[in-house]
């Protein structure tokens, strides 16, 4: 019998996308917010040390943030945010931290280490990363469960979303990867735009990506930013919050169709190996 070190079968999901302002963390939080308000405990941990802003879409202003785990006295719980009571929290990033950007091995299991435990209290660990292909997104990524790709119909949204799953897949073997289209006019722009990116994964690295949904064009997203709360609390019946809830209903039945397999996993696995 496996061992039980994720009681709780907690998935990790890494928010990734290729390029910036497709979107991908306003998704993050809404997708987040989503799950929570069906009923799970949530931990969206903004990993965007570049350029972070989830605690701006929140209108937060964190008095401590993923540095600061850096210094011997601080605690996980000392970092985190309450966004709503009940089991919506947030752990805020530094931004434009250049050690971070590049985090080494040592940087890494020193978070880790003081953040593991924390994460099995919750059902859902959102990880909203960078955009692009730095070390620290790679490698934050290769060790999440889940891999949520954000695209745009752009042409170089798709270039570069195609960059970050090759790079992962020749880096750490990972194919397992899901689509979430967002700013499209319906269905069609959707799957038009999914298609062109599983083509080319299919005929140059050998598999294809998985359909997470698509999030049109809404006039209510721009307005829930301006107000720095989550379009789902703001406008919860507007099409982008119902595309949302769609995706957020597909990442729920992912893991449940793992959670057997999760309690075995942690939270976090070790980075893996390049397969090469």
């Known amino acids: 019998m496996s061992q039980?070190?994720?009681?709780?079968?907690?998935?990790?999901?890494?928010?990734?996308?290729?390029?910036?302002?497709?979107?991908?963390?306003?998704?993050?939080?809404?997708?987040?917010?989503?799950?929570?308000?069906a009923g799970h405990k949530?931990?969206?941990?903004?990993?965007?040390v570049g350029l972070a802003n989830v605690?701006?879409?929140?209108?937060?202003?964190p008095e401590k943030n993923l540095q600061d785990l850096f210094r011997p006295e601080v605690t996980a719980e000392e970092v985190m945010l309450s966004v709503e009571e009940g089991g919506f929290d947030f752990l805020p990033a530094?931004?434009?931290?250049?050690?971070?950007?590049e985090m080494d091995d040592d940087m890494r299991e020193i978070l880790f280490h003081k953040l593991n435990k924390a994460f099995s209290d919750y059902d859902y660990l959102m990880l909203d990363l960078g955009a692009g292909i730095s070390q620290t997104v790679l490698s934050v990524a290769a060790m999440s469960h889940v891999h949520v790709l954000v695209v745009t119909p752009e042409p170089t949204s798709l270039t570069d979303s195609y960059a970050v799953i090759k790079v992962l897949h020749s880096q750490y073997g990972i194919s397992d990867f899901h689509v979430l289209v967002n700013q499209v006019?319906?269905?069609?722009?959707?799957?038009?735009?999914?298609g062109r990116l599983?083509?080319?994964?299919?005929?140059?690295?050998?598999?294809?990506?998985?359909?997470?949904?698509?999030?049109?064009?809404?006039?209510?997203?721009?307005?829930?930013?301006?107000?720095?709360?989550?379009?789902?609390?703001?406008?919860?019946?507007?099409?982008?919050a119902q595309d949302i809830l769609a995706s957020a209903v597909k990442l729920h039945r992912i893991r449940q169709s793992r959670q057997a397999a999760l309690q075995s996993m942690p939270v976090l696995g070790k980075l893996p190996h390049s397969p090469k």
């Not at 928010?15 to 991908?24: F, T, W």
């Not at 690295?205 to 379009?231: C, H, K, M, N, Y």
Request: glycine share 10%; charged share 15%; aromatic share 6%.
């Open 42 to 48: 949530v931990l969206l941990m903004d990993f965007d």
């Open 198 to 240: 599983a083509s080319a994964c299919q005929h140059f690295l050998g598999f294809t990506p998985e359909l997470l949904g698509g999030v049109r064009s809404d006039p209510s997203l721009p307005d829930a930013v301006r107000r720095q709360i989550p379009l789902l609390r703001h406008a919860p019946r507007c099409p982008a």
């Open 55 to 61: 605690d701006v879409l929140l209108g937060l202003s």
């Open 185 to 194: 006019s319906g269905a069609a722009d959707t799957k038009a735009t999914y």
């Open 94 to 101: 530094a931004s434009g931290v250049p050690e971070l950007l």
């Open 4 to 37: 039980v070190i994720n009681p709780r079968s907690s998935l990790s999901v890494a928010i990734l996308s290729g390029k910036g302002g497709v979107g991908k963390t306003n998704l993050a939080l809404n997708l987040s917010y989503a799950l929570f308000r």
